[in-house]
């Protein structure tokens, strides 16, 4: 059982729950009233007299959202179960400190050799270089780009985990900073799963996570201090070697893919960017 469950497992049992109302008894009431009452009377909404009984489960529902969000340790893993698949959130009070490891070439494909020290985001751990035509073909779902960026200058894909995660890395230019390796810009894309988690992030007391609307999708975009992203084995076991620092990230899905950007931009910007990438 990963931590969230193991977390929101504990944290249900100290809920009291209240008295739940007839509330079919209720809507099917109301729906016999409102197909008796005449074609050019009928209200598109129910009368205002009929919402009192609803407001007992709708205030329910209000107090345990309230009081997850408000258990420390549980408010930034909340996301997860918000439909943000494949990652999982844990909030410390310090990061811990990254180990240092050599970055090797990728165990489980064949045709990856190491990667060109020369190539952008060689230094970040990503995967297996590839074309993006090779990374469409390995991949179980649609890549998308940023169409204002173009093509990305590499493209990695990465089997740990037991799942396809495909990135998409651009160098620094005018309007990206760069960040580590000369990074301008990293899309990550992977098939979801509400199962187990693919990614961790680390977050420490200073960083912030603001819910956001991404092409009429909810997303998470994570700001203010740095934290730390590490890849999630097929145990559920954080990959120690993959652990790293990472800036500013909008995480989003879209369908069974969950997509996350990392760039060093304000929200509205990296907004703009997201709804760009098809």
């Known amino acids: 059982m990963i931590e969230v469950e193991r977390r929101l497992g504990e944290l249900a049992a100290q809920v009291v729950w209240p008295p739940t109302p007839p509330l ?17 009377r009928r209200r598109l909404w129910p009368r205002m007299g009929g919402w009192p009984r609803l407001l007992p489960a709708a205030v329910a529902l209000l107090l345990v959202a309230a009081s997850l969000l408000a258990v420390s340790g549980v408010r930034d893993t909340v996301a997860g179960w918000l439909g943000l698949r494949g990652v999982r959130f844990e909030q410390v009070p310090t990061l811990p400190a990254i180990p240092t490891h050599p970055v090797s070439p990728h165990p489980t494909v064949t045709s990856c050799g190491p990667s060109p020290a020369a190539l952008v985001g060689a230094d970040l751990d990503l995967g297996c270089p590839v074309s993006l035509a090779t990374a469409r073909a390995e991949a179980d779902f649609s890549i998308a780009v940023p169409g204002s960026l173009g093509d990305p200058d590499a493209v990695y894909v990465d089997l740990r985990g037991g799942g396809v995660r495909v990135s998409l ?4 230019r005018p309007g990206l900073a760069a960040t580590t390796g000369g990074v301008g810009l990293l899309l990550t894309e992977f098939r979801g799963d509400v199962k187990r ?82």
């Open 197 to 278: 988690a693919y990614l961790q992030k680390v977050l420490g007391s200073a960083t912030r996570v603001d819910e956001v609307i991404v092409s009429g999708l909810v997303g998470y975009y994570i700001g203010g201090a740095p934290h730390e992203v590490a890849v999630v084995g097929p145990d559920g076991e954080l990959q120690e070697e993959t652990l790293r620092l990472s800036g500013p990230v909008l995480l989003w899905v879209r369908g069974p893919v969950t997509l996350r950007i990392e760039a060093a931009l304000d929200e509205p910007t990296m907004l703009a960017v997201a709804r760009d990438t098809q």
């Open 169 to 172: 890395v651009y160098r620094a």
């Open 24 to 40: 079919a008894a209720t809507v099917t009431a109301e729906l016999r009233r409102r197909a008796a009452v005449p074609a050019p």
